[in-house]
């Protein structure tokens, strides 16, 4: 009879612990997969919901405090507080109500059937509404002023059913949703003295339009009509076109790429007066197009860089190169024209010794963006200037029409 041959004692070991480990990770997996999800406690909760509710605001309030913002605002304001009613006001009447009791308090009743004006400067608590319906179910409110710029421009209301014990907690949240509010109001703010110096900036340059430029336009455009009446039709219609840009009435800000579009088109003018005495060159990197910038801003370095380059001499280049720097946008205007000594040029940026809107372009650029973007200007007699531009690609409340 045959012997049967067993595997070793550590053999069989080996393979038990290996089966054991299998199936521990099998059960394990098992219990993985049969365990409910995460719970998320209602603590988080409220604080996620807080946060979407906070986050809601901020786009409507940032285009100032008015019926329409304050409608679009009281909701999440109330999700916030977790008031049983809230309600936006300017110093005299309510501008949006929501929550409990809404079916008697509305939109443009007196601020006194909810607050009764006391300590209007800071936050407090007001133990009873002043309320006159029998049936509101509304009891103590926490009045908290929405200051801007130092001046109180309304006041935010968190109304709490009747009978509830307001807390510290109660006072300190509506005091923090106010402060919200009124730190969104002063951007707002802030952005709308922005744009309105902007603005004033703009009609400056405007008046400052080289009358030099249009009778020299006028004058090319002129001299084909007999010649070339077809290019005249045409040059006519950049120059309309041209100013049309230049006056335009819309926002004082475009983007990279129209503003380009009309400096070709001053170019063309130019170009039908020098002919070939008059090179340019444009290289603009296409990524940064659609970056924001004040109108008429390249267009004026362009003139000075025509004015100083090509006419002194007769002939010359103008090279126009745009490119990516990271998160801004280097714009350099050159010529080979003749050149001015460093001094000049900051004079110029000073708003010194003439030039065609150099000061009024830089003043513009940094009240828009800061002190860290602008112009610089590098130049030496006999050898030509840059104008280098500096730009973010983005910047919060620069926009273009």
């Not at 370095?301 to 010359?316: C, D, M, P, T």
Request: proline share 5%; glycine share 8%.
């Amino acid at each position: 009879m045959a012997s049967r041959e067993y595997p070793p004692p550590r053999v069989e070991v080996f393979l038990g612990v290996l089966l054991g480990l299998a199936i521990a990770a099998s059960l394990m997996g098992a219990l993985r997969l049969l365990r409910p999800p995460p719970v998320i406690s209602g603590e988080v909760r409220a604080m996620q919901e807080a946060l979407h509710a906070a986050s809601i605001t901020l786009p409507h309030l940032r285009r100032g405090l008015s019926g329409e913002s304050a409608a679009r605002t009281v909701g999440p304001l109330r999700t916030l507080t977790q008031a049983a009613a809230v309600a936006l006001c300017d110093r005299e009447r309510v501008l949006a109500f929501d929550g409990a009791g809404s079916d008697h308090h509305c939109r443009g009743d007196l601020l006194t059937s909810l607050a009764a004006g006391e300590r209007e400067d800071r936050v407090h608590v007001q133990g009873r509404l002043s309320c006159a319906h029998p049936a509101c179910p509304l009891g103590a409110a926490i009045v908290a002023p929405l200051v801007v710029q130092g001046e109180q421009v309304g006041s935010f209301v968190a109304i709490f059913a009747r009978g509830r014990q307001l807390t510290p907690d109660d006072t300190r949240t509506a005091g923090e949703a106010a402060s919200l509010v009124s730190a969104q109001l002063e951007l707002a703010e802030l952005e709308t003295q922005t744009e309105r110096l902007a603005r004033a900036e703009l009609r400056a340059l405007r008046a400052q339009i080289s009358p030099h430029f249009i009778y020299n336009a006028m004058a090319a455009i002129a001299g084909y009509i007999h010649s070339q009446p077809e290019e005249a039709r045409e040059l006519l219609t950049e120059f309309a076109e041209f100013t049309r840009y230049a006056f335009r009435g819309q926002s004082p800000y475009v983007t990279l790429a129209d503003e380009l579009h009309y400096v070709e088109k001053y170019l063309r003018l130019e170009r039908a007066r020098f002919g070939e005495r008059l090179e340019v060159r444009t290289q603009v990197a296409p990524e940064v197009l659609q970056a924001v910038l004040p109108v008429l801003s390249i267009q004026p370095l362009v003139e000075n860089a025509v004015r100083h380059g090509v006419e002194q001499r007769g002939h010359g280049r103008v090279e126009l190169i745009g490119r990516d720097i990271d998160a801004d946008v280097e714009l350099r205007v050159i010529d080979d024209g003749v050149g001015m000594d460093p001094e000049r040029a900051r004079s110029l940026l000073a708003g010194h010794g003439g030039g065609v809107g150099i000061a009024n372009v830089q003043a513009r650029l940094q009240t828009a963006f800061g002190s860290d973007y602008g112009l610089e200007i590098d130049s030496a007699p006999g050898r030509g200037t840059t104008v280098t531009m500096t730009l973010p690609k983005f910047r919060a409340g620069v926009r273009a029409a």
